[in-house]
């Protein structure tokens, strides 16, 4: 049974940082781009960003560029999302996803193509 499990939210002040990770069990995941979602109550679960296992290629939301950073460990089936300079708009829960194939294109923004998904974090960003 597939299973992505994230460990590392938390309550961080303003610029602070935090490292989220998801360790995928029962996952070939050479065969999968892993993605990071988050969700705000009442609104749509939002594209983070997302990696390649296979070359490591790295995509992100424009809101996140040059703040946060996904990296992965093969060896170890386990996504990062290093999330630095927070804002309080960075306050959501954050989930790991999983989406069959290896090859990147726009859809794989969309939380339609993410077969499997973690069970969420908290971040919170505040004074």
């Known amino acids: 049974q597939v299973q992505l499990v994230e460990s590392g939210g938390g309550l961080v002040q303003p610029a602070g940082s935090l490292r989220l990770s998801c360790v995928a069990s029962?996952?070939?995941?050479?065969?999968?781009?892993m993605g990071w979602f988050r969700q705000v109550p009442g609104q749509e679960r939002e594209f983070v960003a997302a990696i390649t296992w296979s070359v490591a290629d790295e995509y992100y939301e424009d809101s996140v560029k040059g703040r946060f950073t996904i990296s992965s460990d093969r060896a170890k089936s386990t996504v990062y999302l290093q999330m630095n300079s927070l804002r309080p708009e960075d306050t959501a829960v954050y989930y790991c996803a999983a989406s069959y194939g290896s090859s990147w294109d726009n859809s794989r923004r969309e939380r339609r193509v993410y077969g499997y998904w973690g069970q969420g974090t908290q971040v919170t960003v505040s004074s």
């Open positions: 029962a996952l070939t995941v050479s065969r999968y781009i």
